[in-house]
T-cell receptor
Framework: QKEVEQNSGPLSVPEGAIASLNCTYS??????FFWYRQYSGKSPELIMF????GDKEDGRFTAQLNKASQYVSLLIRDSQPSDSATYLCAVTIPGGYNKLIFGAGTRLAVHP | GAGVSQTPSNKVTEKGKYVELRCDPISGHTALYWYRQSLGQGPEFLIY????????DSGLPNDRFFAVRPEGSVSTLKIQRTERGDSAVYLCASSLMGTREYNEQFFGPGTRLTVL
């Protein structure tokens, strides 16, 4: 079992819709949770991070964390074509010096 | 200010050759990480430096891979006797410090290594 699992997609949504991206992780001790966006041929850039159970909102983005279910999600409201990218979920583990354990990413396509 | 820079942006080499990949982190960032990303996969951790020392090299795949950070700033990832399976994008990231508290990792543009 991979440590961080994501559906590879592509997830296709119409412009203006809500995109929902999901991620599960295997280490119950995972401490911090991150969503990175990666455009094709570019390096990852941080979108959101979350530590505590519940929701965290930042503009059009909401991260949701459920540690009991070992599940973290990212909601993108009012999706735009410029949101089309691969979204990488990453976690840190205890004693891991904050190294990031990434999932394989979900490709999101927002069509006009 | 300047972000993380990596050189070269692309490197094509032949199987069996030696390569060096350079990372220049954001000024003042003491934590430096190397990751490797294969096509269709997420980045995979290789090694972490806190200052000059490699605090965690558990991700290095074998002894052909080595990294240094002699002055606590620029880091070089060295790959000996390259193999075709080493072909990937090598990403460097830096953060203020690698402690239990959150510090955002800023990624460089990567070096695309192709081993023929």
């Amino acid at each position: 079992q991979k440590e961080v699992e994501q559906n590879s997609g592509p997830l296709s949504v119409p412009e203006g819709a809500i995109a929902s991206l999901n991620c599960t992780y295997s280490d119950r001790g995972s401490q911090s949770f991150f969503w990175y966006r990666q455009y094709s041929g570019k390096s990852p850039e941080l979108i959101m991070f979350i530590y505590s159970n519940g929701d965290k909102e930042d503009g059009r983005f909401t991260a949701q964390l459920n540690k009991a279910s070992q599940y973290v999600s990212l909601l993108i409201r009012d999706s735009q074509p410029s949101d089309s990218a691969t979204y990488l979920c990453a976690v840190t583990i205890p004693g891991g010096y904050n190294k990031l354990i990434f999932g394989a990413g979900t490709r999101l396509a927002v069509h006009p | 200010g300047a972000g993380v820079s990596q050189t070269p942006s692309n490197k094509v080499t032949e199987k069996g050759k030696y390569v060096e990949l350079r990372c220049d982190p954001i000024s003042g960032h003491t934590a430096l990480y190397w990751y490797r990303q294969s096509l269709g996969q997420g980045p995979e951790f290789l090694i972490y430096f806190q200052g000059t020392g490699a605090a965690d090299d558990s991700g290095l795949p074998n002894d052909r891979f080595f990294a240094v950070r002699p002055e606590g700033s620029v880091s070089t990832l060295k790959i000996q006797r390259t193999e075709r399976g080493d072909s990937a994008v090598y990403l460097c990231a830096s953060s203020l410090m690698g402690t239990r508290e959150y510090n955002e990792q800023f990624f460089g543009p990567g070096t695309r290594l192709t081993v023929l």
